[in-house]
Structures are given as structure tokens and as C-alpha cells.
């Protein structure tokens, strides 16, 4: 659902925010 998308995008945004940010920006 959509709040699980929410939730793994929040996930992977603090996980792989000091790595690879950019990632996550796309998800946007």
C-alpha cells in the first residue's frame, strides 16, 4: 500500500542518506 511505500522510502532515506542521497531523490 501506500503508506509501506512511504515507509521504505523513509527507511532507505535515513539508511542510505550518508551513501548514496540521490537514490532516495528519485524516489521523490
Do not use: T, Y
Not at 2 to 8: E, I, N
Amino acid at each position: 500500500g501506500l503508506v509501506s511505500a512511504q515507509h521504505r522510502i523513509h527507511l532507505c532515506e535515513l539508511a542510505c542518506k550518508s551513501s548514496s542521497f540521490i537514490m532516495v531523490d528519485s524516489w521523490e
